[in-house]
């Protein structure tokens, strides 16, 4: 299986910073990539796919980059409905897999 | 709109077996592009990936390794849903179950439509 490890597991911010989320791949993934934001009591909701392209309706603030084991979640200026829990997922093979999740925290 | 609900009870007795079914509206589980996945959530797995049924041509199932001797998971065309099974389930196993759809093509398959999620408590 291919283990997805996320850092920070949580932060502390405040609003309008700067937010970087960082996930690593335990192998080659190429772009196989996506983001998911989760709010409490609510379903994971799709950011980023395919490492760098933001879902229909998703701010721009969201961004994603990176390709192969390396990737980065951005939120360029952070509003108070950020704050939130966020999960990588790769796609590239089965079974899928997810990060432990960041926590942002006011 | 495509949209996914979920049905199903909230607790199971142990070594019983566990049932969800998600039904979907706006979207054919029969799609040659689509995949119908089950995801559940737990505090102790965090969110944990357990399979998905697709149809190519003809039906086609996967299953993540540590749960494939006791997961099934089915489709039913005619209503238009598809429906997790476990078995002999343990505490363990308590968590929100999710369906979730993905899409071969652009989004590389991501999860982009969720179900509401059901709790399920395994607990005699």
């Known amino acids: 299986d291919i283990q997805m490890t996320q850092s920070p597991s949580s932060l502390s911010a405040s609003v309008g910073d700067r937010v970087t989320i960082t996930c690593r791949a335990s192998?080659?993934?190429?772009?196989?990539l996506c983001w998911y934001q989760q709010k409490p009591g609510k379903a994971p909701e799709l950011l980023i796919y395919?490492?760098?392209s933001l879902q229909s309706g998703v701010p721009s603030r969201f961004s994603g980059s990176g390709s192969g084991t390396d990737f980065t979640l951005t939120i360029s200026r952070l509003q108070p409905e950020d704050f939130a829990t966020y999960y990588c997922?790769?796609?590239?093979?089965?079974?899928?897999?997810f990060g432990g999740g960041t926590k942002v925290e006011i | 709109q495509v949209q996914l609900q979920q049905s199903g009870p909230g607790l199971v007795k142990p070594s019983q077996i566990l049932s969800v079914t998600c039904a979907i509206s706006?979207?054919?589980?029969?799609?040659?592009?689509?995949?119908w996945n089950w995801i559940r959530q737990s505090p102790s797995r965090g969110l944990e990936w357990l399979g998905r049924?697709?149809?190519?041509?003809?039906?086609?199932?996967d299953y993540a390794p540590s749960i494939k001797s006791r997961i099934i998971i089915n489709q039913d065309t005619s209503r238009n849903q598809f429906s997790l099974q476990l078995n002999s389930v343990t505490p363990e196993d308590t968590a929100v179950y999710y369906c979730?759809?993905?899409?071969?093509?652009?989004?590389?398959?991501?999860?982009?439509?969720w179900g509401q999620g059901t709790l399920v408590t395994v607990s005699s």
């Open positions: 979730a759809r993905g899409i071969v093509g652009p989004t590389l398959d991501a999860f982009d439509i």
């Open positions: 395919a490492a760098s």
């Open positions: 049924t697709y149809y190519r041509s003809k039906w086609y199932n």
């Open positions: 997922q790769q796609s590239y093979n089965t079974p899928r897999t």
């Open positions: 706006g979207d054919s589980v029969s799609r040659n592009s689509g995949a």
């Open positions: 192998q080659n993934i190429d772009i196989y």
